[in-house]
């Protein structure tokens, strides 16, 4: 079976979390899951998992399967307090980004008359104060990638330092992981940079698929496929039923 888009994509979360050390992953999302479990049994087992909704888990079970061994107890109320203290890397989806890595998840449209209601801000605000921060976009377009998000739900970098420390001390907008590439908040000003492209995309693609001027270094890689260990613990432990393909699909 050659290695999918889906694959590369779960590689690429897995080593935004490679480097955390002991830290709570909190993943949302199908993707950021089977990212963050594949971290965990590869390149950084000291990672501290949940089921995403009461318990940490001692093993790393397949995709949405039932816990098997069970490490302690996080009930929803208790994963606030994680947040405020700290030890955090949350991975969000983002409805839209813009060039300066504020994230929308609240609504599109004038904020007293929108256009479309979605989540709400929801925990955006505390995660991007508070904790690392990531974001997974399953389908990178111009739509989502845009010059100015209508709300701000997620803080980027500039806004933070604009708000004064208590928003910037611990404001940490670590990736960005695409269906195209891998990109950060890295540029001038604090603005999106892209540090990869998966194979088979061109940065010119990632370029027309994003509604703001990139900061595009001189020598863009190409984002590295998973190893064949990786490949094996992806399909064959995590989600041998393909899970994966529905927010990537196979001919992608």
């Given at each position: 079976?050659?290695?999918?888009?889906?694959?590369?994509?779960?590689?690429?979360?897995?080593?935004?979390?490679?480097?955390?050390?002991?830290?709570?992953?909190?993943?949302?999302?199908?993707?950021?899951?089977?990212?963050?479990?594949?971290?965990?049994?590869?390149?950084?087992?000291?990672?501290?998992?949940?089921?995403?909704?009461?318990?940490?888990?001692?093993?790393?079970?397949?995709?949405?399967?039932?816990?098997?061994?069970?490490e302690?107890?996080?009930?929803?109320?208790?994963?606030f307090?994680?947040?405020?203290?700290?030890?955090?890397?949350?991975?969000?989806?983002?409805?839209?980004?813009?060039?300066?890595?504020?994230?929308?998840?609240?609504?599109?449209?004038?904020f007293?008359?929108?256009?479309?209601?979605?989540?709400?801000?929801?925990?955006a605000?505390?995660?991007?104060?508070?904790?690392?921060?990531?974001?997974?976009?399953?389908?990178?377009?111009?739509?989502?990638?845009v010059?100015?998000?209508?709300?701000?739900?997620?803080?980027?970098?500039?806004?933070?330092?604009?708000?004064?420390?208590?928003?910037?001390?611990?404001?940490?907008?670590?990736r960005?992981?695409?269906n195209?590439?891998?990109?950060?908040?890295?540029?001038p000003?604090?603005?999106?940079?892209?540090?990869?492209?998966?194979?088979?995309?061109?940065?010119?693609?990632?370029?027309?698929?994003?509604?703001?001027?990139?900061?595009?270094?001189?020598?863009?890689?190409?984002?590295?496929?998973?190893?064949?260990?990786?490949?094996?613990?992806?399909?064959?432990?995590?989600?041998?039923?393909?899970?994966?393909?529905?927010?990537?699909?196979?001919?992608?």
């Amino acid at each position: 079976m050659s290695i999918t888009r889906a694959d590369v994509c779960a590689a690429a979360i897995a080593d935004a979390f490679a480097d955390d050390g002991e830290i709570f992953a909190s993943p949302m999302g199908l993707l950021p899951m089977l990212g963050v479990r594949l971290a965990r049994l590869t390149s950084n087992p000291d990672l501290v998992i949940s089921d995403g909704e009461s318990l940490f888990l001692a093993g790393t079970p397949p995709l949405f399967a039932k816990a098997d061994v069970v490490e302690g107890w996080i009930p929803f109320r208790k994963v606030f307090d994680v947040v405020a203290n700290g030890p955090r890397h949350v991975m969000m989806g983002a409805t839209q980004v813009d060039r300066h890595g504020n994230q929308n998840i609240s609504a599109i449209g004038d904020f007293d008359r929108p256009k479309r209601q979605l989540l709400g801000s929801r925990g955006a605000p505390g995660n991007t104060v508070n904790n690392r921060t990531s974001y997974w976009v399953p389908k990178h377009s111009s739509r989502v990638f845009v010059e100015q998000v209508d709300i701000v739900s997620g803080v980027g970098p500039a806004r933070a330092k604009a708000a004064g420390p208590a928003a910037a001390r611990f404001n940490d907008i670590h990736r960005v992981v695409s269906n195209l590439a891998v990109l950060d908040v890295g540029g001038p000003d604090d603005t999106v940079r892209l540090l990869s492209v998966h194979p088979g995309v061109t940065v010119d693609e990632v370029r027309e698929a994003t509604g703001f001027e990139l900061d595009v270094p001189a020598d863009v890689p190409t984002t590295r496929e998973p190893t064949p260990e990786e490949q094996v613990i992806i399909r064959e432990v995590l989600d041998p039923k393909g899970l994966r393909f529905k927010e990537v699909p196979q001919d992608a």
